[in-house]
């Protein structure tokens, strides 16, 4: 009986996100679903990111997290319209947490939708959102086994960043056995160092995004 | 509908793990239940406490883990009991694996038992083990804003490791906040910082380790 509840739900959320694509391919908006553990660094990659970017394109950002607000009160300081979605414990987000969260924004007439979803390496990446493309970020101090570990979300990301690179002179941790595994389960992702702190890979990975996102507007509907 | 099976799933798994909880209290066996983010830096921790109490008591261990049988291999390396539990991909372990898990054991009689959960902030605090103690590691390279977006596996530890202490100096990290915040959720639990690398803190956590394992050894069935 579980198992038949749980295709329901996934049958449930991905036809709310096939409209959702489809609305985005309308307006040409580029998605993307920001993945990582807690304290990968998503929230500090994303107001890098939405500094360079800002006032290039039109953005918003849709923040998942359990209970808090702060890190939509981190990017709404950056002038950038987010909608804060709070999931009372549940560790994923939903494509009807996205649909409704669509319509708390003025304008969601976007160039770049970005969503951040709750800190987890395992329900998030079982729920499409109708996004584009998964963007995953795995921190230098998380060990070595973490691809392995959890194949699913590597598997699935069009870009995986392995991010805090600046502490790799203090770490014990062996990044080609890391990009190894990670190539051997996604043999076509972009795999990318990236460090907030020095801005190492930053470069790459606006050069990534930019590309996404002008392929996504100059797309036929 | 949903909520009521989930209801259903906890009662069930609490009645599972409430008779495993009795029989360790006949046993004399004390049982923690270690919890953290991905990379948090569970295994090594228990790798370390292993090396310092291994020979003094009799030692088990259940790795929990999505796919692989990795942290087992890396217990049973330095001569202790350990049986992999996978959760093909759930994000938690509940009861009924446990009880399963110890039937694989020769000799299930410890005086520790250690039960490493998937690495996870949600839902493995919301499944009782039948455990004395729940341990959780957050690492300083998480970020200082997880007890505030984890709250729960926060509230409900008896002991809370902030790993990584060796890493302290080459991040931006306000630790007093984090201990703050830690102690506003959980005001009776025991705060430490660790360091593997530097063994900072492991004589304070060994030291509380043995004080519950004497103590549930001695306390009246």
Redesign the interface.
């Known amino acids: 009986?579980?198992i038949n509840?749980q295709t329901q739900?996934w049958e449930e959320n991905d036809k709310i996100a096939e409209q959702m694509s489809k609305k985005w391919r309308a307006q040409g908006t580029f998605v993307f679903n920001l993945l990582g553990?807690?304290?990968a660094?998503k929230t500090?990659f994303l107001e890098t990111t939405l500094d360079i970017l800002k006032g290039k394109y039109r953005i918003g950002v849709i923040e998942g997290?359990?209970?808090?607000a702060?890190d939509a009160q981190r990017i709404e300081a950056k002038g950038i319209p987010a909608v804060q979605v709070n999931t009372s414990?549940?560790?994923h987000l939903d494509s009807g947490m996205i649909k409704d969260a669509l319509e708390r924004f003025d304008n969601p007439e976007f160039d770049l939708l970005i969503i951040e979803n709750?800190?987890?390496?395992?329900?998030p990446a079982?729920f499409f959102l109708g996004e584009d493309a998964k963007v995953t970020l795995l921190?230098v101090?998380?060990?070595e086994?973490?691809p392995?570990?959890?194949?699913?979300i590597f598997k699935e990301s069009s870009f995986i960043g392995i991010t805090?690179s600046?502490?790799l002179p203090?770490?014990k941790y062996d990044l080609s056995k890391v990009e190894k595994d990670l190539r051997d389960l996604n043999p076509k992702g972009t795999i990318q160092k990236i460090s907030s702190q020095t801005q190492e890979g930053m470069q790459e990975w606006i050069q990534w995004l930019t590309d996404q996102i002008d392929k996504k507007k100059s797309e036929p509907v």
């Open positions: 009986m579980e509840i739900i553990s807690p304290g660094g500090t997290d359990l209970f808090t702060q414990g549940g560790c709750v800190g987890n390496l395992v329900c079982e921190s101090t998380e060990g086994d973490k392995l570990k959890y194949p699913l805090k600046d502490l203090y770490l």
